[in-house]
């Protein structure tokens, strides 16, 4: 068996039913005998072993030095075994940079280099879930579930608006006389301009609806081209002599407050964030995604302790069309066997989470619950923890927003381009961060599905907002939470082309926890 990197080990432990301490992986890599060491070990395993550690490669080693010498008294005799695999298994076949370097970003072990110092202290991580619907889907499609739903998102995003006005409901302020100074919370129902070139914005609450006109030379009327019909929002203004009609003075969105302060981890700790791998493509980059899981053996990648995937692990069947013609697998159960292979790859010390995406095989209504019993059984590999679409899972602190991000196709499609576009695709996400809601519109090209509370609210400020979807790779910071588009893993295929996507694939935005400071790492 040859064990020419790290990532041949650990896919050699996996296919035996095991997993794998990282320093485990590096100290088994280091010696002199590495293929001999793992028989060694995995005859010696205790039954009930399921991880191998580093002291049971120490004990493997120890072991086969002390059959070795018995076999051999004469120290000068020359050890067979040893003269039989005598070069060190940790060569990625690569030139290590110099001091002064040529510039080359991602220093890569080399033959005869020492072992990788691995430790982690399993006990300084923290992982919780928050917000995971899996296995709590009600909705039956009812139009009383529908009513609960939008009555759910005016509730939890109007507390968030009303200490910011004086509220009246719609029927209250019909019955206000003319010339009344007002202000409401509700759900926009319409937006149209007015053959003056004025804007009409009906709200709608749980009483009733009443229409708000913005106009034109007023300074926030740019405003008026970011609204999505179903998105809450407050206003303020002046009724109309005739009380018909309400002059808007002010508007609000639930919005992040510009005085958030982001929560960091208590030491230096990373998290790899990826997403759209589409494994089963014909366009699937596996040399990329071969380069990332040796990556994440090397020294550069000691820190990453958390890999989050956005959704989209497989390529999927069906989901375009003729999307037959651009499949190397087409079955998705091979699909997902295949993806899980591809996961034995990275260390089997990570701390793993993943959500589905509009890809993978589950409903495309919005949230997703995460896989069933058959797919989770199959993506076992390193034992991630699979949720919903969307999640958020908190790490040592720091909450991450997990959403796989079809509503930015939406988003883009509506706004101006300056406000959102493919190739700033964490512009789009800042527009879903000032609404509080990762998917604010119904009707439109976003499935959504009605249940007993909107799970797509985001009621709490994350630290960091990660999605996907768009195959584009973008970051930055609006009112201090992180925003990241991750790319993807997969180079164009012909129907990206006729849909004018040139993809970002082969990416790894890599997050310091401990600052928000981000590093892509390329492996295209």
């Avoid at 072993?49 to 086969?64: G, I, T």
């Avoid at 917000?131 to 939008?150: H, L």
């Avoid at 407050?257 to 208590?266: I, V």
């Avoid at 000032?434 to 985001?458: N, S, W």
Wanted: net charge negative; aromatic share 6%; hydrophobic share 40%.
């Amino acid at each position: 068996m040859p064990l020419e990197d790290h990532a041949r080990i650990v896919s050699e432990l996996t296919s035996r039913g095991y997993n794998a301490e990282r320093e485990a992986v590096t100290q088994l890599a280091a010696t002199d005998q590495p293929a001999a060491v793992l028989e060694f070990l995995l005859e010696d395993l205790p039954a009930d072993a399921l991880v191998v550690r580093s002291a049971h490669v120490e004990s493997a080693r120890s072991a086969l030095e002390t059959d070795a010498a018995a076999a051999n008294p004469d120290p000068a005799a020359p050890d067979s075994a040893a003269q039989t695999d005598s070069t060190p298994s940790v060569s990625t076949g690569t030139t290590q940079p110099t001091a002064s370097g040529s510039g080359a970003e991602t220093p890569v072990e080399t033959e005869g280099s020492q072992p990788i110092e691995r430790s982690v202290d399993h006990d300084l991580r923290d992982l919780e879930i928050a917000g995971d619907m899996t296995g709590q889907s009600t909705g039956t499609g009812e139009y009383s579930d529908f009513v609960t739903v939008f009555r759910d998102r005016l509730e939890r995003l109007g507390s968030k608006l009303r200490g910011r006005i004086n509220h009246r409901p719609a029927t209250a302020i019909q019955s206000m006389p003319g010339g009344s100074e007002v202000a409401m919370v509700g759900l926009v129902n319409d937006v149209r301009s007015t053959a003056s070139g004025h804007w009409l914005v009906e709200l709608e609450d749980a009483t009733g609806t009443f229409p708000w006109l913005v106009m034109k030379d007023r300074e926030y009327a740019d405003l008026v081209n970011e609204l999505l019909c179903d998105e809450a929002l407050a206003m303020e203004g002046t009724l109309s002599d005739d009380a018909g009609i309400a002059f808007v003075d002010s508007m609000y969105f639930p919005d992040v407050p510009r005085t958030h302060e982001p929560s960091t981890a208590d030491r230096h700790v990373q998290a790899a964030l990826i997403s759209d791998v589409h494994v089963g493509s014909d366009e699937f980059m596996a040399d990329a995604w071969n380069d990332f899981a040796d990556w994440l053996h090397t020294e550069q990648a000691k820190h990453v302790e958390y890999l989050l995937l956005a959704g989209d692990m497989v390529e999927g069947v069906g989901v375009y069309p003729d999307q037959d013609d651009e499949l190397e697998i087409i079955d998705i159960y091979e699909q997902y066997e295949a993806f899980n292979e591809r996961l034995k790859q990275v260390p089997g010390d990570l701390d793993i989470v993943m959500i589905p995406g509009n890809h993978d095989a589950v409903r495309l209504a919005e949230p997703q619950p995460g896989f069933d019993e058959r797919l989770r059984g199959i993506m076992s590999a390193h034992d991630p923890q699979i949720v919903s679409n969307p999640s958020t899972v908190t790490l040592e602190g720091v909450s991450v927003l997990m959403y796989h991000g079809v509503s930015l196709d939406e988003v883009i499609a509506e706004l101006p381009e300056e406000k959102a576009n493919y190739d700033e695709p964490h512009k789009a996400m800042y527009q879903l961060l000032k609404k509080r809601h990762v998917a604010p519109q119904f009707g439109g090209h976003t499935r959504l599905a009605p249940e007993e509370k909107d799970y797509l609210v985001i009621d709490e400020v994350p630290d960091i907002f990660h999605t996907g979807h768009v195959h584009k790779l973008g970051f930055g910071k609006y009112h201090n939470v992180l925003a990241i588009n991750s790319g993807c893993w997969q180079s164009q295929t012909d129907f990206q082309k006729s849909v004018n996507i040139d993809p970002d694939a082969g990416f790894a935005p890599i997050v310091d926890l401990d600052t928000l400071d981000v590093t892509v790492q390329k492996f295209s």
